[in-house]
């Protein structure tokens, strides 16, 4: 059939494919689809991530594609399983970009960011985003070709100080760090925030990523005796285990963390010690009801059980790409890189259907945006306790 369809006689088919011609021969992608391609860890240490991030992309997809796409073109995410590795993320989206033609990617790691970027400058063709908020991509001249859905790890912190110099001025403050990229990231940024703002930084600990024993640093937290204990570069250990013995020696901090702490779901795992634990989420919770939040309507009604914050960031993601790209087409430009990010940073005063829960504007590769919650352990939940806040304002 295909012979007769293509005026290819199979024997031609089988010369060229022993040529290797043949996907020079038949188009790779049949349909005008627009394709998503992903680097996404759904195994591994970071799986709990990636399976939210791919729902939260898939089910922004389905309502997109339900009212008809952009353009009438249809948009699917093609996607390959990292295992968070640099490598396999590598591996992943050669395989993906040269099978598809693709022009928005997510990648699963500050890594991957990093090693694919001279080759998303070399291609001009894709737009991307991903997991990672790191502060080095923060930077328009040196990644020109990629954002992040919210704030980067320095402006995380930047808001945690903001609270905390409007709720205790000239607080005490002690970091607490991970030994990893991730976890250093923001101490630079950190350092020069709370100076500015009066804030005082009378400790920083330094720890394993998933420390155990923590019984030293917990006596430094005592001896500092701060106002404030911000933790940065873990998900959950050893966060719990500081928390506890702080609390049985009777210190009084506020412990406050970022994005990857954040999910309520980790923290009802702890209980009764989690209850208080603070920090800055730069979206609202599955469960948030307000009057103004359509998006998350449709989310429950998509998914009655509890959705985790990387589904949310994933899903924010995908309604960022897809803007893009609708915004591009609709000036009659092609899709490439440099004209996917122009039309991004023409988002002015955008609403998100409530996944946010103030306007956003993307004038560089971040949005610089977030509330503080507070986890309570009775309702399992996390709870504002400011309003957004906005560092750009």
């Given amino acids: 059939m295909l012979g007769l369809k293509t005026g290819l006689t199979r024997r031609t088919l089988v010369a060229m494919s022993a040529a290797g011609l043949l996907t020079a021969a038949l188009p790779v992608q049949a349909s005008d689809d627009i394709v998503i391609g992903g680097s996404i860890p759904l195994t591994g240490v970071f799986a709990f991530a990636g399976v939210g991030i791919e729902a939260g992309i898939q089910d922004y997809l389905k309502i997109l ?8 073109r249809k948009v699917r995410l093609e996607f390959e399983d990292t295992g968070y590795k640099v490598d396999a993320s590598v591996a992943a989206f050669n395989k993906i970009t040269s099978q598809h ?18 080759e998303l400058n070399r291609m001009g063709t894709i737009l991307m985003a991903g997991a990672s908020f790191a502060t080095e991509l923060n930077n328009p001249d040196a990644f020109p070709n990629q954002f992040m859905a919210g704030p980067d790890y320095s402006e995380m912190i930047a808001i945690l100080l903001e609270y905390i110099a409007q709720e205790k001025p000239g607080a005490k403050i002690v970091l607490v760090n991970s030994d990893t990229e991730f976890g250093r990231d923001p101490i630079p ?18 720890t394993p990523p998933t420390a155990v024993d923590v019984s030293t640093e917990v006596l430094k937290l005592r001896r500092a005796r701060p106002d404030y204990t911000i933790f940065h570069g873990y998900i959950l250990a050893p966060l719990p285990e500081f928390m506890t013995q702080a609390k049985q020696l009777g210190l009084e901090t506020k412990f406050m963390g970022t994005f990857w702490s954040m999910d309520s779901s980790i923290w009802a795992q702890v209980g009764e010690a ?35 914050t990387p589904y949310i960031q994933g899903f ?9 790209a609708k915004r591009t087409l609709e000036a009659g430009k092609e899709l490439n890189g440099p004209n996917l990010k122009a039309a991004l940073n023409s988002i002015e005063n955008f609403d998100t259907g409530g996944i946010i829960g103030t306007p956003i504007s993307i004038p560089g590769n971040s949005i610089p945006v977030g509330r503080i919650y507070r986890y309570d352990a009775t309702a399992k939940q996390m709870v504002p306790a400011s309003d957004w806040i906005n560092l750009k304002e």
């Fill in 189 to 206: 940024a950190t350092r020069e925030k709370a100076k500015a703002l009066g804030l005082e930084i009378v400790e920083e600990i330094i």
């Fill in 316 to 324: 924010l993601t995908a309604m960022l790409f897809t803007e893009a």
């Fill in 274 to 308: 989690a209850d208080g634990f603070m920090g800055v989420m730069p979206y609202r919770y599955y469960y948030d009801d307000a009057a103004d939040a359509p998006m998350l309507a449709k989310i429950r009604e998509m998914r009655p059980e509890y959705q985790p």
């Fill in 101 to 118: 033609d693709v022009h928005l990617y997510y990648g699963d790691s500050t890594g991957f960011a990093k090693t694919i970027n001279p």
């Fill in 65 to 72: 594609n339900e009212a008809g796409g952009i353009d009438g």
